[in-house]
């Protein structure tokens, strides 16, 4: 599976974005999705995952701002960003995981990784 992900870019401080990430070479309807940041000098974070049946969970700081969503037909995965503040400012990852029926565990389990899409929030 191969995930190319898009809608990165730079916005001031209450602006929104929304990054895609397009699957290919499977079926990822049965996979749980999901996204996962890193800022500089910091650890990577999972920060929302959508299992197969469109179940969503969210870490706790960015639940009120995130949005995931996926469209299985298009094999699409998409995170709407609202109100984005300064330490939104990482680069997003798109991520899968087919070994689990389609479920997620947790936020940040996957196997495979997109190259990522830089977002850079300004105050």
């Known amino acids: 599976v191969q995930l190319v992900e898009s809608g990165g870019g730079s916005v001031q401080a209450g602006g929104s974005l929304r990054l895609s990430c397009e699957a290919s070479?499977?079926?990822?309807?049965?996979?749980?999705m999901g996204w996962v940041r890193q800022a500089p000098g910091k650890e990577r974070e999972g920060v929302a995952v959508i299992a197969s049946d469109g179940f969503a969970s969210y870490a706790p700081s960015v639940k009120a701002r995130l949005t995931i969503s996926r469209d299985n037909a298009e094999n699409t995965l998409y995170l709407q960003m609202n109100g984005l503040k300064s330490e939104a400012t990482a680069m997003y990852y798109c991520?899968?995981?087919?070994?689990?029926?389609?479920?997620?565990?947790?936020?940040?389990?996957?196997?495979?990784w997109g190259q990522g899409t830089q977002v850079s929030v300004s105050s």
């Open positions: 991520a899968a995981n087919g070994r689990y029926g389609g479920i997620c565990p947790t936020l940040s389990n996957f196997d495979y």
């Open positions: 070479g499977g079926d990822t309807s049965n996979y749980c």
